[in-house]
């Protein structure tokens, strides 16, 4: 069974930077593109940024020269690291994965992880 599990979320002050990770774990599975998404309290979930497994990346415009999405291929992990945080920002982070196990591309979300920024 293939899950992902995220790290890293926590309470941050505004102008401050974390760094999120999320680990693909299970067996026979290989990641084809991964990306973060995040909710905020009565909104919708939206795109944050995304890499495919050739390195390719996409921001939306609201984190573009803040976020940085990266992953290391060799430990199945996609980070995002946040700097110069707002407090626009907060939300639940998640993960989001699409992986090819047994032959068949699959959908994957992780459990998701809270970003707060305040003073």
């Known amino acids: 069974q293939v899950q992902l599990v995220e790290s890293g979320g926590g309470l941050v002050q505004p102008g401050g930077s974390l760094r999120l990770s999320c680990a693909a774990s299970?067996?026979?599975?290989?990641?084809?593109?991964m990306g973060w998404y995040r909710q905020a309290p009565g909104k919708q979930r939206e795109l944050v940024a995304t890499?495919?497994?050739?390195?390719?990346?996409n921001y939306a415009d609201s984190v573009k020269g803040r976020f940085t999405i990266s992953r290391d291929n060799a430990k199945n992990t996609v980070y995002l690291q946040m700097n110069s945080l707002k407090p626009e920002d907060t939300a639940v982070y998640y993960c989001?994965?699409?992986?090819?196990?047994?032959?068949?591309?699959?959908?994957?979300w992780g459990q998701g992880t809270q970003v707060t920024v305040s003073s």
């Open positions: 989001n994965g699409q992986l090819t196990v047994s032959d068949i591309l699959r959908n994957y």
């Open positions: 299970g067996s026979r599975f290989s990641i084809n593109a």
């Open positions: 890499i495919t497994s050739g390195g390719s990346t």
